[in-house]
């Protein structure tokens, strides 16, 4: 109880705070909220504030305290709640149309009309940065969850290739455990297990099953025996980390695999920053693969600068930077640092990796061929509560409180009638 | 105000103006100092409780909203109370609030005493050893939760460096257990607050008066039934002053919970704090949070009021 008057006081504060500065702000300024303070994505975000330099709008960080997206979030919402609105918001998924149902987002379809948007970025993206017919967020990029990242060193070694099923898999983890390293490194957070489960699902029961029980939820599909399999895999799965995993925060089970103490992450392109970051290079270094089975889908998740219904005099600055967030030149630049692909389609892949590039194929693919889906454990597949209550089952049973695949789908179609 | 003019009607119609008029300006200024605290405290505690309070009648997801749904959000909490197979994340937090209250205040109530009195034998470093002991108060619980989570993890504090001296059967890692991992947060709460109780104690010791410990000690009363029959006794008030100060800080431990654990293998050593925090604000379910909040507060008051109104009591006495 403490702790939540506290948290209402310093959201009071806040408020307070922010209207004033909000209030004295200039007209040719952008004011941004976002987390991405690590050294690589501030530099990718230095691009964008040179392009809006040129054109004569300063950039203001809105400062948010504390890393990591929730500080931002509870930020931005006393922000939104007092009605001062920033010019812009770093935002994922169903968040987007929150604040769009709440109605606090500026309209930016002349630009996208102009810009053709409507053609370049992805449908599935569309799903989350138009509402109701008008743009409210600019995607800056794409990212895709179901990814190995193997050490080719390790992978040479016990004389392993790429593995095509599932049980291809398996049988790779049992050689680096016969080998002595470990097998799989994985982060015991709960989202870095559903990222994970993600995959699995999508490998078991195929593009059509995943859509249907994580992006619509249908509760036939989540109640199936392709379920309950996708569970039994996921058991076996787990048989292969160390037994410190737990806690661990996905950078450092990355590292496990960067210096050779374990075989392959699964993980999103998110990693691959690291791996760069290490100086280390794909095919040489590191292997990318698709998670076995899922070869040709797409899990995303995309960042989005969520547009605010700002006054119009502060009109203009927001409309630069929506352009020139998606500018193709931004696109590339931006998303060659940070490890994912660009949100739009039509953007040349020369300065990127050879990861970059597959992964930029592959969107372009799903995106043709109807199997981008959003990811449940990303929040792309449903709202919060929702994919909270998700990622509560599988944490729970990952770490052994739900003891059985039959339970496990008991309690995830429980927990998502719940949270619905 | 007016009982000011009131209650003096002696004085002339002259010095009785300007006796009230300072008499008036004397009897508000504390109400006026006070005025702006009171108004803080009325609004931001007291009227966000009631906000917070009908909010959990609501259906508030993301951000508030002020239409009325029912109990919907205290049926959930009830349900999940008695959903122990899996456990819910309700009840995991409750169970592990009463497991981490009871060890916490009662460890560091013993703990703390046995300092305190061991500290009072007259030993020599008193004052090097006083200031060790009651430091760790001074550190944040993210800090103690920190450097706690570096000691307890297997793979990089106290197991690993006793591999390294060659002691490679020990084996402790509650931190990544999911049936141990709270007992970690009662190590890391009593460390820290176990010192602070201990010079709560000291002072109460040091208030005892010698004569009665001396008469005793004629009447033949060993060191033992000394302290169990006379210094304890004697110190009840600073056992109830301890054990609302340490209550409460069980309470509220959220921060503790998130630096040393963050909230532990599968959610599982969340306290009702952290349920709170994660529902209201990370789940955008405000109505089960607010809720949650809710029957903490009647939890809290269920405990306290019935310890004020008996110490209000005996002042009256």
């Known amino acids: 109880m403490g702790r939540f008057l506290t948290t209402t006081a310093a959201i009071a504060l806040a408020l307070a705070g922010a209207g004033v500065s909000a209030r004295a702000a200039d007209v040719k300024e952008v004011q941004m909220l976002h987390w991405w303070t690590s050294g690589g994505e501030a530099a990718a975000l230095n691009v964008l504030k040179e392009d809006l330099s ?23 919402k006393a922000m939104v709640a007092a009605g001062t609105y920033p010019t812009a918001s770093q935002m994922l998924g169903y968040t987007v149309l929150d604040y769009a149902e709440a109605g606090v987002m500026g309209d930016l379809t002349a630009t996208a009309k102009k810009e053709g948007w409507d053609k370049s970025v992805p449908a599935a993206l569309q799903k989350f940065s138009v509402y109701d017919g008008k743009w409210v967020a600019a995607p800056v990029n794409v990212h895709s969850v179901n990814w190995l990242w193997i050490n080719k060193a390790v992978m040479d070694k016990i004389g392993g290739s790429e593995p095509k099923t599932f049980d291809d898999l398996i049988a790779l983890l049992d050689k680096a455990k016969v080998a002595g390293v470990i097998p799989l490194a994985l982060g015991g957070q709960n989202w870095q297990e559903a990222t994970m489960f993600d995959s699995i699902v999508l490998s078991t029961g195929g593009p ?20 309950k399999k996708s569970f039994d895999n996921l058991a076996k799965i787990v048989q292969y980390v160390d037994p410190n995993f737990s806690g661990r925060d996905w950078n450092l089970a990355t590292a496990m695999v960067i210096k050779g103490d374990a075989l392959v992450q699964v993980m999103g392109d998110w990693a691959k920053g690291e791996f760069v970051a290490a100086k280390k290079t794909p095919d040489t270094d590191f292997l990318c693969y698709r998670f076995p089975g899922t070869e040709g889908s797409v899990v995303y998740n995309s960042d989005m600068f969520g547009m605010f219904n700002v006054p119009d005099d502060r009109k203009a600055a927001q409309v630069a930077l929506a352009t ?56 792309y597949g ?39 | 105000m007016s009982t000011v003019a009131t209650t003096d009607p002696v004085l002339t119609p002259g010095q009785a103006t300007r006796i009230s008029l300072r008499g008036r300006l004397q009897d508000a200024l504390p109400k006026i100092v006070l005025a702006p605290s009171f108004v803080i405290t009325l609004v931001f505690v007291y009227g966000f409780i009631a906000w917070t309070a009908y909010l959990s009648f609501t259906n508030s997801k993301t951000f508030p909203s002020y239409q009325l749904t029912g109990a919907r959000a205290y049926q959930r909490l009830w349900r999940w109370t008695f ?37 009072d034998q007259k030993i020599r470093g008193e004052g090097l050893l006083r200031p060790i002991f009651l430091y760790p108060m001074a550190l944040s619980f993210i800090v103690t939760g920190v450097a706690w989570k570096w000691f307890l993890d297997p793979g990089l504090g106290l197991e690993q460096t006793l591999h390294h001296f060659g002691w490679t059967s020990f084996h402790f890692d509650w931190i990544k257990n999911k049936d141990f991992v709270i007992y970690t947060v009662v190590i890391a709460g009593v460390w820290q607050a176990s010192g602070f109780v201990m010079a709560m104690f000291l002072a109460g010791l040091r208030g005892i008066d010698g004569e009665i410990m001396k008469a005793a000690q004629i009447d033949g009363a060993s060191p033992f039934q000394l302290y169990r029959r006379i210094v304890i006794p004697l110190l009840r008030p600073i056992f109830l002053s301890a054990f609302i100060v340490l209550a409460h800080m069980a309470i509220k431990s959220y921060d503790l919970v998130v630096a040393l654990t963050s909230g532990g293998p599968g959610g599982s ?40 109104y008996s110490e209000l009591k005996e002042k009256a006495r």
């Not at chain 2, 122990?84 to 460890?107: K, Q």
């Not at chain 2, 969340?270 to 939890?299: C, D, Q």
């Open chain 1, 324 to 379: 020139a967030t998606l500018s193709k030149s931004f696109q590339s630049a931006f998303n060659v640092v940070k490890g994912s692909v660009p949100a739009r389609t039509d953007v040349p892949d020369t300065d990127f990796d050879a990861c970059g590039k597959k992964g930029i194929a592959d969107l372009k693919a799903a995106n043709e061929g109807g199997t981008l889906f959003g990811s449940l454990a990303q929040g």
């Open chain 1, 54 to 76: 040129k054109e004569g709008f300063a950039w203001k960080d809105v400062p948010v305290a504390g890393g990591g997206g929730d500080a931002a979030m509870t930020a931005l």
């Open chain 1, 208 to 227: 059509e099953f995943y859509k249907k029980a994580f992006n619509d939820l249908d509760d036939e599909a989540l109640k199936s025996d392709t379920m």
């Open chain 2, 269 to 308: 050593a969340w306290l009702p704090s952290n349920f709170m925090y994660e529902y209201t604000f990370k789940r955008n379910e405000m109505a089960v949070g607010s809720a949650s909040a809710i029957i903490m507060l009647m939890t809290i008051s269920a405990i306290i009021v019935p310890y004020l």
């Open chain 2, 83 to 119: 959903e122990s197979d899996p456990p819910s994340s309700w009840y995991t937090s409750i169970t592990n609030m009463a497991i981490f209250g009871f060890l916490y205040v009662g460890i560091c109530l013993a703990l703390g005493l046995l300092l305190a009195i061991l500290l």
């Open chain 1, 382 to 420: 449903a709202p919060p509560a929702i994919a909270n209550a998700y990622k509560d089952v599988v944490s729970k049973f990952v770490h052994g409180q739900i003891k059985s695949s039959d339970e496990a789908v008991t309690q995830l179609v429980q927990a998502i009638d719940d949270a619905r």
